[in-house]
């Protein structure tokens, strides 16, 4: 299975911007999508989740209310941010998982990332 985050970019601080993630395999709805991302000097960053049967979603703390996690067909998942900050910066990749988990330990299979800078 591959996945393949795309969509960053150089933005203004208060923009939106969509990322993509496209995934080469099927994904099921017993499966686990997710964001993390991971800005320079720091840990890698749960952002939100999205349980693809039920099409619930989690978000963490510091983008809950701002971003949003949709699915796109069968196969893709989207990434809707709005009202972006420059601590939004950061490479964001997307992860494929069998289970509910925020820790990025959890998930087996990972897009390559995609760097969206956020300028203030």
């Known amino acids: 299975v591959q996945l393949q985050a795309s969509g960053g970019g150089l933005v203004q601080a208060g923009d939106s911007l969509r990322l993509s993630c496209a995934t080469s395999?099927?994904?099921?709805?017993?499966?686990?999508m997710a964001w993390f991302r991971q800005a320079p000097g720091k840990e890698r960053e749960f952002v939100g989740l999205i349980r693809w049967g039920t099409q619930s979603t989690t978000y963490g703390d510091s983008v809950k209310g701002r971003f949003t996690i949709s699915r796109d067909g069968a196969n893709a998942m989207m990434l809707q941010m709005n009202n972006l900050k420059s601590e939004d910066t950061a490479v964001y990749y997307c992860?494929?998982?069998?289970?509910?988990?925020?820790?990025?330990?959890?998930?087996?299979?990972w897009g390559q990332g995609t760097q969206l800078t956020v300028s203030s």
């Open positions: 395999g099927r994904i099921f709805s017993s499966h686990i």
């Open positions: 992860a494929r998982g069998q289970t509910f988990s925020t820790y990025s330990r959890d998930y087996n299979f």
